[in-house]
């Protein structure tokens, strides 16, 4: 069965350096999304891309963060200078219709920041 | 401000017994909810979903009820298993777009 992989499963970084997070979406999907899990809360809602732009993204997602698909089989999520609070799973998700479709998510990046 | 709670943080059942995970919502124009499964070291699971046009929908072992008068949505598991053994969350979709508010999540816990 198809599946979303994410690199690397850790990620550990000192505060203020930048950090990038990959994501390879199930090959025919369109939609491809990020969230974050801080230890203990709820799954949120960062962004969303399709078409090679972001098509929503939450108050979370500041200018921190962006997104790219470098090529076509790629997703990355970069934070720019990490702060402490960035400590949290990050997965990736995609799913081939936007609503109503299936998201299926990657195992996650356990980022740490230092 | 609105939001997805769910009643039990922590359901413990027999295996074989059927289990019932409650999820409330407060968002009026949500209409789409999904439950999610995640296992420990895996992202969420989507195991099924409903429409706010529907009452009910069933997958295998699995049946989702939505309640809307109360806003309540309810994921039922017949004859459980250990594997069930998982962390569930429902989500809500509101209309207009698709950015998903997640519960804080009921951990089910399968005794042999």
């Known amino acids: 069965e198809p599946e979303v992989t994410q690199t690397p499963s850790h990620q550990v970084t000192q505060m203020g350096q930048e950090v990038i997070l990959r994501c390879v979406p199930i090959?025919?999907?369109?939609?491809f999304y990020w969230y974050r899990q801080i230890l203990g809360q709820k799954v949120e809602f960062l962004v969303s891309?399709?078409?090679?732009?972001?098509?929503?993204k939450s108050e979370i997602f500041d200018d921190q963060f962006s997104v790219e698909r470098p090529d076509g089989s790629n997703f990355t999520l970069k934070i720019r200078s990490t702060k402490l609070e960035d400590s949290a799973m990050y997965f990736c998700?995609?799913?081939?219709?936007?609503?109503?479709?299936?998201?299926?998510f990657g195992a996650g990046t356990r980022l740490s920041v230092l | 401000g609105e939001n997805v709670g769910l009643h039990l943080p922590t359901l413990s059942v027999q295996e074989g017994d059927n289990s019932i995970i409650n999820c409330a919502y407060s968002n009026s124009a949500s209409d789409y909810f999904i439950w999610y499964k995640q296992e420990s070291g895996k992202g969420p699971q989507f195991i099924i979903d409903?429409?706010?046009?529907?009452d009910k929908r069933q997958g295998q072992r699995v049946t989702v009820l939505l309640n809307k008068t109360v806003k309540h949505l309810s994921l039922q598991i017949a004859a459980t298993q250990p594997g069930d053994s998982a962390v569930y969350f429902c989500a809500e979709g509101p209309g207009g777009s698709y950015i998903p508010t997640f519960g804080r999540g009921t951990s089910l816990i399968v005794h042999p």
């Open positions: 998700a995609s799913n081939q219709a936007d609503r109503g479709g299936i998201q299926y």
């Open positions: 891309f399709y078409n090679n732009e972001i098509s929503e």
């Open positions: 090959s025919n999907h369109l939609y």
């Open positions: 409903i429409r706010s046009n529907m």
